[in-house]
């Protein structure tokens, strides 16, 4: 199965952004407050989180792309699930299977997309993948369309028929030797060291961003009165940073290592935070998407030198298990940060508003990426 099958796979569970965007429109339907509706990402990312490393792991032993395709098979189930959600307690339970589903996707991508590559190829490999999510993300551009026309349930709907065709597309190709075999377990090989610092790494640069991916909505569409297709512009402006920036980070990786391009990375994610973190009801909007872009490109930077280090951690018979680990760690991240930024607007809007509360957890998530950058800078010179 080529990278570009295991791309599309990729690309069908990162159109989930297109949820972002409809937040607004959830809340209004079943009429919750913003802060409940973060447990849609919640039991979202975090079922996916626990299933991309279990699955990545489990590949291993009965081979990648019979996950694959199952994962596959199963967002499509609950695509339609979510798009026929009765309540918002339905729509949770749907969320946790699309977060299932989308953990096997997500454990064996990476396997499957740098299969057969040598050391020196992996991070071009990887940045392609990373790249085909990042184009997922810009989702938030036609769901601001979508729900402004059809109303939020459209959002799901429209992604029935990408994840079925995928999954004709990687049942009619053909696997590469040795993509389905079962592997042996193999105990031991892997490097701790370097496994739990980018884990570590990653934890906080994506759980930093997704202060954006939370609250960004409710800013441009709410507090600017831009609309849900015109905010939905602006926040596509954060993925397309991250889409851009994936297989730039990706060949520097191969050709200078991957800790510059980390550091790097994170400097421009926490610039692009706290640049949001001082935004009121009159910024110019030109100097919005500026930070909105800066902040996706640091992450895309980012991203793929470290995922390129935690594969590089781990032996060959079990690179399902490294890329399971590498988005476990990246989802425990997005939960953490959920969690916090919803407990700043919780704790915070009815003193400062929510503008104040925006402010302040953007600042804070900028806070954490520059600490880790200034941690990463310092493991790097450690090494030396």
């Not at 040795?178 to 370097?194: I, K």
Request: hydrophobic share 60%; glycine share 14%; aromatic share 10%.
């Amino acid at each position: 199965m080529s990278r570009w099958v295991a791309a599309a796979g990729a690309l069908v569970v990162s159109l989930d952004s297109m949820m972002n965007i409809a937040f607004p429109a959830i809340a209004k339907a079943f009429s919750v407050p913003p802060e409940r509706v973060r447990w849609v990402i919640i039991c979202y990312v975090l079922t996916y989180a626990v299933t991309s490393f279990v699955g990545g792991a489990a590949a291993d032993r009965i081979g990648h792309v019979a996950v694959f395709r199952a994962g596959l098979a199963l967002s499509a189930a609950a695509f339609v699930m979510g798009g026929a959600a009765p309540s918002f307690d339905w729509l949770l339970v749907a969320r946790v299977v699309q977060g299932f589903a989308g953990g096997l996707i997500y454990g064996t991508a990476p396997a499957l997309a740098t299969f057969g590559a040598p050391p020196e190829a992996r991070g071009r490999r990887l940045g392609f993948l990373s790249a085909a999510m990042g184009l997922g993300l810009l989702g938030t551009l036609p769901a601001g369309a979508l729900v402004e026309s059809f109303g939020w349930r459209a959002v799901y709907h429209v992604r029935v028929p990408a994840a079925l065709a995928v999954l004709v597309w990687a049942a009619a190709t053909r696997a590469e030797p040795g993509q389905s075999e079962r592997q042996p377990v193999v105990f031991g090989g892997v490097a701790p060291g370097p496994v739990l610092r980018a884990g570590a790494l990653s934890f906080v640069a994506r759980g930093a961003i997704f202060a954006i991916w939370l609250l960004a909505p409710f800013y441009l569409v709410e507090t600017r009165g831009l609309g849900a297709f015109v905010g939905g512009i602006f926040f596509m402006l954060t993925p397309l940073g991250t889409t851009v920036a994936a297989p730039l980070g990706g060949r520097l990786a191969d050709r200078v290592g991957a800790s510059m391009p980390a550091v790097v990375g994170l400097g421009l994610e926490a610039a692009g935070l706290a640049a949001l973190g001082f935004v009121d009801a009159t910024t110019p909007l030109g100097a919005i998407a500026l930070a909105l872009f800066v902040a996706g490109f640091g992450l895309g930077f980012f991203e793929v030198p470290n995922m390129a280090a935690i594969m590089a951690a781990f032996p060959s018979s079990r690179q399902g298990a490294a890329g399971g680990f590498s988005f476990l760690t990246r989802t425990l991240g997005v939960v953490a940060g959920v969690a916090v930024t919803g407990q700043i607007v919780a704790a915070r809007s009815a003193a400062v508003g929510f503008l104040g509360a925006f402010a302040e957890s953007l600042l804070v998530a900028a806070l954490a990426v520059a600490a880790t950058s200034v941690f990463a800078l310092a493991g790097t010179r450690a090494r030396r």
